[in-house]
């Protein structure tokens, strides 16, 4: 039984990196492609990076594209977001997802969902 847990996120100043985790204690993570998705206050859920099951290719949203960094440790069970220049923009609820397609950009692609973990951007 796959499940999600989301951590590191936090109150940040624009301009610095942060990283956020997301560990799976099911045990069977290295079947799955990744995702992560964020909802900023108001709007819906968007896509913001993809890593498919094998994890050779990525995928990212243009407004994230060259800042942040995907990646995963199948032996830890966890993946990763390298949110590097954050920008106020960038604030919103952080989720990560597993999904059993080879990847996908849409939350109908995903089978299991984190929690979600806040992530402010803010002077």
């Known amino acids: 039984q796959v499940q999600l847990e989301e951590s590191g996120g936090g109150l940040v100043q624009p301009g610095v990196s942060l990283i956020i985790f997301c560990k799976d204690s099911?045990?069977?993570?290295?079947?799955?492609?990744l995702g992560w998705f964020r909802q900023a206050p108001g709007k819906e859920r968007e896509f913001v990076a993809a890593?498919?099951?094998?994890?050779?290719?990525?995928h990212y949203a243009d407004s994230i594209k060259g800042r942040f960094t995907i990646s995963r440790n199948n032996a830890m069970n966890s993946m990763y977001l390298q949110m590097n220049n954050v920008k106020p923009s960038d604030t919103g609820v952080y989720y990560c997802?597993?999904?059993?397609?080879?990847?996908?950009?849409?939350?109908?692609?995903?089978?299991?969902w984190g929690q979600g973990i806040q992530v402010t951007v803010s002077s």
């Open positions: 099911g045990g069977t993570f290295s079947s799955y492609a």
């Open positions: 997802a597993l999904g059993r397609q080879y990847y996908s950009e849409v939350e109908s692609g995903y089978d299991f």
């Open positions: 890593l498919s099951w094998i994890g050779e290719s990525t």
